[in-house]
T-cell receptor, first 115, second 112 residues
């Protein structure tokens, strides 16, 4: 029940295209859903995050869509660029004063954007 | 932009030896974490630390592991007797509120 399932495992997109990565969870206590971007040899970097009281959040070319009833959320990268080539992780945690902020990560998606 | 600093970037150790991985979290952060990532796999939670004590630990974080914040700036992860399966990238992270945290660049631990 603590798992976050992420798909696809890898994704190849042409420059200018839309990259879509999907995640699903089971634990309805999760209330914070961040996406992290990781380049080789680096730590994950927070990209964008959403809470379940909204269905969509947009920051620049990055959009999270959230479907609470389906327990799914997705990352959309518009106008994908070669510099977006990285591994993307979705994650989930339970916030609140009694919680520690532990993140449960998905398995990761390796995105390659072809010029 | 403030960074979480980890040292060393790569450590090679013999099986059975003790290792200490060091981290300097962002100075005004209150929550501290260690995660690990075995090559090609997902990032896994090890331990969280708040108010000078462990607030949560995973099944991976057994008696061989310990954490310490010895001087108010450093945050260390000690593995007492390393095993081959401890080979991984170890990431330190810190946050102000317990979310939106910043990860360091990691320490690659290789146990031979």
């Amino acid at each position: 029940q603590q798992q976050v399932k992420q798909s696809p495992q890898s994704l190849i997109v042409q420059k200018g295209g839309i990259s879509i990565i999907n995640c699903a969870y089971e634990n309805t206590a999760f209330d914070y859903f961040p996406w992290y971007q990781q380049f080789p040899g680096k730590g994950p970097a927070l990209l964008i995050a959403i809470r379940p009281d909204v269905s969509e959040k947009k920051e620049g070319r990055f959009t999270i869509s959230f479907n609470k009833s389906a327990k799914q959320f997705s990352l959309h990268i518009m106008d994908s660029q070669p510099g977006d080539s990285a591994t993307y992780f979705c994650a989930a945690s339970t916030q609140g004063s009694s919680n520690t902020g532990k993140l449960i990560f998905g398995q990761g998606t390796t995105l390659q954007v072809k010029p | 932009e403030p960074e979480v600093t980890q040292t060393p970037s790569h450590q090679v150790t013999q099986m059975g030896q003790e290792v200490i991985l060091r981290c300097v979290p962002i100075s005004n952060h209150l929550y501290f974490y260690w995660y690990r990532q075995i090559l090609g796999q997902k990032v896994e939670f090890l331990v969280s630390f708040y108010n000078n004590e462990i607030s949560e630990k995973s099944e991976i974080f057994d008696d061989q592991f310990s954490v310490e914040r010895p001087d108010g700036s450093n945050f260390t992860l000690k593995i007492r007797s390393t095993k081959l399966e401890d080979s991984a990238m170890y990431f330190c992270a810190s946050s102000v509120y317990g979310y939106g945290y910043t990860f360091g660049s990691g320490t690659r631990l290789t146990v031979v």
